[in-house]
């Protein structure tokens, strides 16, 4: 049976989980078991070209006829073009994350689309509800890649209090405990990234899965605070490169390609020593890989019965 929020209502879903948008680990595999497990399946549309995406979104459809979305990653200079074939090919539902989606708003309204903007600070919650979002996705610091500085903790309630739209809890959630807290602190839904990298029908590398799986709790740590980009990955010699050379004032385009091209690296070639192993503090919590479907019926099961419902 399901779990009725406004979140599930509004999306047409049949549990209020969300998958992460995650570069390069979002793709249409990932996405379309989601949605066939009853949850909202995300393609990540991170740096890819546009007629990437529309592929993409296409292979999700052979493979579910269930909602899904894609996150439109706002760093990506293509932007633009990938906001274009989400709107062309009729997908229901875009998340946005790292900036203002505000500029894309009309063109997704217009084309009936769901728009839940990802934030990590009220004001910007705000921003978007005037703008015309449908809900927010509020993310604490707590989450794998590209971070905020508020916890999920302190951030969930005051967005709940701060706008009137529905909000989604993100960041540091990985079971039915997770999900609870986040209904216990206002929010209507959660998304979550780490618990799905280790996901049977994830394409990540065997390396990558395991390095997760073997997380402890204080495994990760952050790059890039110094540059304004702050990105949370699970440490290795990479981070450590990284960290030292950010102490030593290396120049920020030096920086920025240590850490993108290096996701690439350790999701597609299982480098677990250069790559960029990106992963939310909860991945200590995250011990084996399992179906989509076995982790959202075992996350919803715990959450009902923790909720009492
Ligand atoms: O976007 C994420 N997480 C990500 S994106 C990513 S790929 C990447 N590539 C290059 C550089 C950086 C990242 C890996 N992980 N999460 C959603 C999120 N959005 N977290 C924080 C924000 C955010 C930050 C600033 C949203 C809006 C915002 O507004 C600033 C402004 O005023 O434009």
């Known amino acids: 049976m399901g779990l009725k929020t406004k979140i599930t209502e509004l999306l047409g879903i049949e549990y209020p989980i969300i998958q992460g948008g995650m570069a390069w680990v979002a793709e249409y595999h990932l996405a379309s078991a989601v949605s066939e497990a009853g949850g909202l399946g995300i393609i990540g549309a991170a740096s890819a070209p546009a007629e990437v995406v529309r592929e993409q979104i296409r292979k999700v459809r052979e493979r579910t006829d269930r909602p899904f979305g894609v996150n439109v990653m706002l760093m990506n200079p ?3 073009e990938v906001a274009s074939v989400v709107a062309e090919e009729g997908v229901k539902v875009v998340t946005t994350g790292a900036g203002n989606p505000a500029k894309f708003m009309e063109l997704w309204k217009n084309a009936g689309i769901t728009v839940m903007p990802v934030v990590a600070s009220v004001a910007m919650a705000r ?3 005037k703008a015309g979002a449908d809900a927010v996705v509020a ?3 707590e989450s794998g890649g590209h971070i905020g500085s508020a916890t999920t903790m302190t951030l969930v309630p005051q967005i709940v209090d701060a706008v009137n ?3 989604v809890a993100a960041g540091g959630i990985g079971d039915g405990r997770g999900v609870a807290a986040a209904f216990m602190l206002g929010a209507e839904a959660a998304q979550m990234g780490t618990r799905f990298i280790v996901a049977k029908e994830s394409i990540v590398h065997e390396n990558y899965k395991e390095k997760v799986i073997k997380a402890k709790d204080i495994d990760s740590e952050v790059t890039g605070r110094s540059t304004g980009h702050p990105i949370r990955v699970l ?3 990479m981070t450590r490169e990284y960290l030292k050379m950010e102490a030593d004032g290396v ?3 030096e920086l920025e390609q240590l850490t993108l091209g290096s996701l690439r690296k350790a999701v597609m070639d299982g480098d677990v020593v250069n790559g960029s192993l990106m992963a939310g503090q909860i991945a200590g919590l995250v011990g084996k890989e399992q179906t989509c479907r076995e982790m959202i019926e075992e996350i919803i099961k715990q959450a009902k019965e923790l909720l009492g419902r």
């Open 235 to 237: 440490r290795n010699k």
């Open 165 to 167: 739209i529905p909000v």
């Open 251 to 253: 120049g920020l385009d």
């Open 127 to 129: 921003m978007m509800e």
């Open 78 to 80: 293509n932007a633009p």
């Open 139 to 141: 993310e604490g610091t």
